[in-house]
């Protein structure tokens, strides 16, 4: 009797979708290793969080998995985006307490993405209509809109003075601090894409001649600044970051984006931070652009001690090959889980897909390309 009870467990293990398996996060038990990646969102009118937002996320939540809110601005000077949600004022964090209450309700787990988009920006999202703010003061080219026929055009920047940017550091601690206020579970700190901290970190952007530009090391001392002052504020093991070495989303590229991965991810061990979420060298857009790519976050992964987060169009079938073969443990899906918002369940059996529209990703719509993607028909 004992023998097949073990020769079940066995066969359960053998049968064990990779994806699905549980997983330790620091002090969170997840139940499975897909993760809701976070998606530009531009339906928080005014940047307030609105209700509509209770219903997106609490669709998408499983017990014991985890999501990453929206990018979510820090201040008044982060904003570059329509209707993106805040979390600089009180009324922002009141609002986004009845979502996380939500989430919550439901077993999830769900950590609040702080942002700054530095360059990426325009005057008329700024206070009193100042100059966006950089590492640099070199202005941005227009580019193409998601929608592929709108033209974002950018306000030339600023650029920081060495003694503005404690500052700056000291807006992400603050929104560290209404995370947890909000009720939110921690922080990634949103070091990807072009935007503020990726302006410092690439030195394709960054012309600095301070302590902050120059060589690798000064040019992520910026990064790792925040991360040490948001670490401070709200603990180690409520903290994740985002990075993106290998883009060059909004003139963002670097010369040797491997020794960036891998300098990163060794320096984030000396704070401990509960995970690293990188995005695969194939993605070198943030809007779905793939290119074949000769690099792996591999060297990443094993350098960096806490729960590693690979994200960048994965499928069902690639997800659960980067979990059995360890290059990563948790996988976050972005486009899927948006138009599929009981992605796990449709791995789970293997079920097809929705398709995702595209041109609705960044309407202020409250239900269309929102909340109104279909579930899978019930079985019973």
Partial sequence: MENSVIETQQQQEQNAIPLLTPYKMGNFTLSHRIVMAPLTRQRSYGNVPQPHAILYYSQRTTKGGLLITEVTVVSDTARGYQDTPGIWTKEQVEAWKP??????????????????????????????????????????????????????????????????????????RLAARNTIEAGFDGVEIHGAHGYLIDQFIKDEVNDRTDQYGGSLENRCRFALEIVEAVVNEIGADKVGMRLSPFADYMESGDSNPKALGLYMAEALNKYEILYCHMVEPRMKTAVGDECVCPHSLLPMRKAFKGTFIAAGGYNREEGNEAVAENRADLVAYGRFFLANPDLPRRFELDAPLNKYHRETFYTSDPVVGYADYPFLESTA
């Fill in 99 to 172: 979502i996380v209450d939500a989430v919550h309700a439901k077993g999830g787990i769900f950590f609040c993405q702080i942002w700054h988009v530095g360059r990426v920006s325009n005057s008329r999202f700024q206070p009193k209509g100042q100059a966006p703010i950089s590492s640099t003061d070199k202005p941005l080219t227009p580019q193409h809109r998601s929608n592929g026929f709108e033209i974002a055009e950018f306000s030339p920047p600023g650029r920081l003075r060495t003694d503005e940017i404690p500052g700056i550091i000291h807006d992400f």
